[in-house]
């Protein structure tokens, strides 16, 4: 673009003033708004090029070249203006004018030395990526610059924080083919870099390319590769690439390593893989650290191995390794999650006396312990105690107290939790109107359980399917199946359904509301929605047939859920075979009783009864009595009252626990 020559004129004399100020105050107070249009020159009547009156601008005014005395000799008529005043004029020019043209005659007048420290200031100088890159590629066509690990990695970090991977990943390639050295350090950073992006599988190729030409890695570079596995969920690499590690024997497995893989089987519930390895650590001469302690005793709680797990906890306290505030977290859930209430409320005092202060979220922990013990004194003792001890309770502890209040149906006392809470500051999260909303409609409070659902979308919250779901079946069990239907189009409607549970309620009040119809259908766009149909899902549609007198389509529906790959469950049997004891009789009853026993399925008290009623009620009493001397065999108690709501019993859909997607 063409630039006005007069405005360009008094362009130039401002920023000879400019100049002059600069040379008394030195770089500082830099802020002349200058217009970015100067990429293309412009040649005036002198024949001068605008790019040259540039580069004049931030000249170093002690540079005096003779007349007829090229620019080399230059340095030796001026004062030596030092590296950082000659690179902070390029640099201006580079933000003031990007990279082109001017910038590229600049480096010319300003006799840069372009090389390797030079570049690494460009690349770490506030302008754009896109300047970066090009004087990064322009600088790599200089005769005396070779660029090497301390210039390629400067700008693969920057165009990852730009979040330009592919250009990233083409100057990994390109640092790997070049001859520069790539020592463990830098194979390190590049994997941790790849793994930051989610380029899992290029992490993995980079690092054996690497290994395989001229790099050993080091136990750090191994658990930067170990990070990114475990992150991604690639579990089997995790395991190939620690037996690799160990076959080699060229790097072996530090204290870090084994926190990471410990860990790893923890998490797939691979116990005694995880021992194994706690073991080997201390074969090997390394001490265990609290995080590799904590983690395993977890796994073995996971696992309900409570003694194995304690016994643990006391080896870390005979070997005066004193457990922290998360070995303390860990052991008292564990405890917790076994009924063993007393237990964990001692060690809680342990732990104090032991001089180990708890926090929130341990705190939290020994409240819903509480909670679900049904404790409520000990709940509201624990919280009073919370700010005495340094733990101000937050949101989350006070969801953990409506939570205890509302299992001990006291929904009013939840209530009242929840207008102290607000009035304490703390704001209600959307898991906090989901308790809430859920208790109120298992107490009957409909009507209060609709307005919180309004009050949650006046602050803006996104609908909670949670909350949807349980006003959905609190509505439905009312008998109110217009209002479920509306509610559950609002949700689709803000394309908040991704779980399957909330299809599986509607599903099952539509089969109840004899619209059998409607639940094949809203069955179907489930699937279309890429909604997977659980074995809930299934077992609420195959009780609907089956309600419906349409057994024949319940058990064409139990082959299909087995042709998806979704196991049925007990329940799945049951209603089918209730179905069959209603249009089959007695022999298809028995057939398909036998037929569960040999599938694996173990029939339960209502399978048992529901083919003895059919048998009593046909007159087939001999086969009754030998049916029930099998239920006695089997532990299940004889129920002479034929069951007439069992299909009500065996096909509904599990009470929804509050959850947020």
């Known amino acids: 673009m063409k630039i006005n020559l007069e405005a360009r004129r008094a362009f130039l004399t401002s920023s000879a003033i400019f100049r002059s100020s600069q040379s008394h105050s030195g770089s500082h107070g830099f802020d002349a708004k200058i217009p970015n249009t100067t990429t293309t020159t412009t040649n005036d009547n002198n024949g001068r090029t605008f790019s040259q009156d540039i580069v004049q601008m931030f000249r170093d005014p002690s540079l005096k070249t003779k007349p007829g005395e090229p620019n080399s000799m230059a340095r030796f008529h001026r004062r030596s203006p030092s590296i950082r005043e ?58 005396n610059l070779v660029h090497d690990c301390c210039t390629y990695m400067p700008l693969i970090r920057r165009l990852a924080e730009a979040g330009l991977v592919g250009e990233m990943w083409q100057t990994i390639l390109q640092m790997v083919k070049s001859d520069c050295r790539i020592n463990p350090s830098v194979l390190s950073e590049l994997v941790r870099i790849l793994g930051k992006v989610k380029m899992v599988e290029k992490a993995c190729v980079l690092f054996y390319r690497i290994k395989a030409s001229r790099c050993k890695p080091s136990v750090y570079a191994y658990n930067c590769l170990f990070s990114v596995l475990i992150r991604a969920n690639c579990h089997d690499k995790v395991q190939e690439l620690y037996k690799e590690m160990c076959s080699e024997g060229k790097c072996l497995p530090d204290t870090v390593t084994y926190t990471m893989l410990i860990a790893n089987f923890g998490k797939l519930g691979h116990v005694d893989s995880a021992i194994n390895l706690f073991k080997e650590m201390r074969e090997n001469g390394l001490q265990p650290s609290a995080k590799i302690y904590t983690s395993l005793m977890g796994t073995l709680f996971k696992s309900s191995r409570y003694g194995e797990a304690l016994k643990l906890f006391q080896e870390m306290r005979d070997k005066r390794f004193p457990p922290n505030v998360f070995t303390y977290t860990e052991v008292i859930n564990g405890l917790g999650k076994a009924g063993r209430v007393q237990e964990a409320l001692r060690m809680f005092q342990d732990m104090q006396k032991d001089g180990c202060s708890p926090d929130v979220i341990l705190f939290n922990k020994l409240i819903d312990i509480l909670g679900n013990a049904g404790q409520l004194d000990s709940v509201f003792k624990l919280f009073g105690e919370m700010e005495s001890l340094g733990c101000t309770p937050t949101v989350v502890t006070y969801n953990s107290v409506m939570e205890a209040l509302f299992k001990a149906k006291n929904a009013s006392g939840a209530l009242k939790w929840f207008e102290g809470m607000k009035e304490k500051g703390i704001h209600p999260s959307p898991f906090t109107y989901s308790i809430l909303i859920a208790g109120l409609c298992k107490t009957n409070r409909l009507e209060k359980a609709l307005m919180l659902l309004e009050e949650m979308d006046e602050k803006g919250f996104p609908p909670c399917p949670a909350a949807y779901c349980s006003l959905i079946d609190a509505l439905g069990k009312a008998h109110r199946y217009d209002a479920a239907v509306e509610l559950f189009k609002e949700l689709i409607e803000n394309g908040n359904i991704s779980s399957s549970r909330i299809y599986a309620v509607m599903i099952k009040h539509l089969g109840k509301a004899n619209r059998i119809d409607a639940a094949i259908e809203l069955f179907g766009e489930m699937q279309q929605r890429g909604c997977i149909p659980d074995v809930y899902s299934y077992n609420a549609l195959m009780s609907g047939l089956v309600r419906a007198s349409r057994v024949d389509e319940a058990h064409t529906w139990l082959k299909k859920m087995q042709e998806k790959g979704c196991k049925p469950d007990l329940s799945s049997h049951n209603i089918i075979l209730h179905g069959l004891s209603k249009v089959g009789g007695p022999t298809e009853a028995f057939k398909m009783l036998e037929k569960m026993k040999t599938s694996g399925i173990q029939p339960d ?52 626990k509050p959850f947020i997607d």
């Open 605 to 656: 008290a209502v399978s048992y009864n529901t083919v003895l009623g059919v048998l009593s009620n046909a007159g087939m009493f001999e086969e009754a009595v030998k049916l029930m001397k099998e239920m006695s065999s089997k532990g299940f108690s004889y129920d002479v009252i034929t069951y007439s709501s069992i299909l009500e019993a065996v096909g509904r859909v599990d009470e929804c």
């Open 86 to 143: 000659t690179d902070e004029r390029f640099f201006k020019i580079l933000r003031i004018f990007k990279w082109g043209p001017d910038a590229e005659k600049a480096t010319e007048v300003l006799l840069l030395n372009i090389d390797h420290r030079l570049v690494r200031e460009v690349l770490n100088l506030d302008v754009e990526i896109g300047v970066k890159l090009q004087f990064f590629k322009w600088a790599a066509k200089k005769k």
